[in-house]
């Protein structure tokens, strides 16, 4: 059979990892997808380095809308990222009836409604397995493996960059600044940083699967999105020393209320095989009704990694491309017209356990007034810590571990306790989850 015809849109750190891993594993993909896949036509802004890649094994052009309105092509990769330029070329390639396999989970999690009923349109496939957890195959395992399930919650760990961030902190104690540096070298980062530190990209990649669990419209606007750029050195130790892990956690959960979307630092106890996941590596924990807890790790970012949930993705397509549209796995998984309108809730609404840290004055009464003001909120405490205050030191800091709460209560109480004259800092909240 004729090969099946790829045009690939940015070769740079994902984009090259691809052409490598479709030629250097040719003969057994082909094998795998029934006929060839073969890349025909490359679109980069760099027209030097992409020939440098491509090495003369295809067309280099400098202007993307020449592929995906090349007859020709069947398939086009998007590795552009963005929202802009990509947006318009997704568009133009379903509009032209070709198939998209993108990377882009920034462009999915803000326009992908628009992008998936496109292509419902259309009859066209939209591939996005390397959007979410770089290399683990989460979207097939959540659509296909799990489709048995009422998931119940999904928590992720799905920035490589913040994670390899708070693992270097932790573990060699070096600077925040110089690991997000190397991250940026090694190709992990995300082409504005903040998106990975700021846990933006986490909340793109959570809103994605929480669309495919719950079998709701993707609502990235609707989610809560907390960084790692405030955590302290000394969180993170005190952290330990009560036996917890901080990760920059995703977390998608269905309640009766509805569904709390949220990406934020968390305590984990530092036994759970999730709080051990270290470096860029990527882990996601789906909860099903039937199946129970499952854990899905593997490297969730860089170049080949990444490439081969593309790769992944173009055997899929090339295997459905004759397959009747009505017959194909629906982009998020539940059929088009029975999404859900659950709705997602607002962060004040969450239950969580809480870590409070605050620094205080060493004078009697203290404890005694922040417990009142927990107590007054219907807040109760499971663990405390009070350090011995440094010699010649008048003051301390109080760590407090509460059980569930709810955050608008938290939020009073901290307000409250922030009032205190002898309370010295801000009072720092980091959220709990004891994941089992
Ligand atoms: P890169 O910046 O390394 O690659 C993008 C390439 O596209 C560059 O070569 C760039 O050229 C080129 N480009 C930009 N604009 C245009 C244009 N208008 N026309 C043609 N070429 C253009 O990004 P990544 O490979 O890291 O990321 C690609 C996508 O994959 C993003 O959506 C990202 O979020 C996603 N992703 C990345 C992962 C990773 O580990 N890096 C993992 C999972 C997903 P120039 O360099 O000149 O700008
Ligand atoms: N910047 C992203 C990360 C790339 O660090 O996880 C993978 O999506």
Redesign the pocket.
């Known amino acids: 059979m004729k090969s099946i015809k790829v045009g690939l ?9 691809t052409f490598k891993v479709l030629q250097r594993n040719q003969e057994e993909i082909m094998r795998r997808a029934g006929r060839g896949i073969e890349i025909a036509m490359v ?4 027209m030097e ?2 020939r440098s890649i491509t090495n003369g094994a295809c067309e280099v052009v ?3 809308n020449l592929v995906v309105s090349h007859p020709d092509i069947d398939i086009v990769i ?5 929202y802009t ?2 947006k318009e ?1 997704v568009l133009k390639a379903i509009a032209n009836g070709k198939h998209v396999v ?6 999915l999690a803000t326009h992908g409604n628009e992008i998936f009923a496109a292509a419902h349109a259309k009859g066209v496939m939209v591939a996005f397995e ?2 979410v957890a ?1 290399g683990i195959p989460i979207i097939k395992a959540l659509r296909e493996g799990l489709t048995a399930n009422r998931i119940q919650w999904i928590a992720g760990i799905i920035n ?1 960059t913040s994670n390899f961030i708070l693992s270097e902190m932790r573990s060699k104690g070096l600077a925040f600044g110089d690991v997000l540096k190397e991250a940026q070298r090694l ?5 504005d940083p903040t998106f990975d530190i700021e846990g933006i ?1 986490a909340a793109h990649k959570l809103t994605l699967l929480a669309s495919i669990a719950f079998g709701v419209p993707i609502q990235f606007d609707k989610a809560y999105t907390e960084g790692i750029s405030q955590l302290t050195a000394e969180d993170i130790r005190y952290a330990e020393q009560l036996g917890y892990r901080i990760k920059l956690l995703g977390i998608a959960k269905r309640t009766e209320a509805g569904i709390e979307l949220r990406v934020h630092p968390t305590l984990i106890p530092a036994q759970r095989l999730i709080a051990n996941v270290e470096g860029v590596m990527n882990a996601v924990l789906v909860k099903g009704d039937a199946v129970g807890a499952t854990l899905y790790y593997g490297a ?4 080949e ?2 490439a081969s ?1 593309v790769v992944a993705d173009l055997v899929d397509v090339t295997r459905l491309h004759t397959a009747d549209p009505g017959h194909r796995v629906p982009h998020l998984a539940f059929q088009p017209g029975s999404l859900a309108d659950t709705p997602i809730l607002p962060i004040d609404a969450v239950i969580s356990s809480y870590y409070l840290r605050m620094r205080v004055a060493d004078q009697p009464g203290v404890l005694a007034d922040i417990t009142r003001i927990l107590a007054d909120g219907n807040i109760s405490i499971d663990a405390m810590i009070q350090k011995e205050p440094a010699e010649g030191e008048a003051q301390t800091d109080i760590i407090i571990l509460t059980h569930q709460a709810q955050e608008k209560n938290i939020n009073a109480a901290m307000a409250a306790i922030g009032k205190l004259s002898t309370v010295l800092s801000k009072v720092t909240r980091i959220r709990m989850e004891q994941l089992n």
Do not use: F
């Not at 190709?187 to 082409?191: H, K, N, P, S, V």
């Not at 969730?300 to 170049?303: F, L, V």
């Open positions: 849109l940015g070769i740079g750190t994902v984009g090259g990892g679109a980069d802004r760099d380095r992409a400098n202007d993307a998007e590795l552009i990222g963005g330029i990509a070329l993108t990377a882009n989970k920034a462009l390397a959007a770089g490589g190709g992990y980062a995300e082409a990209d969730g970012a860089g170049a990694p990444t949930a």
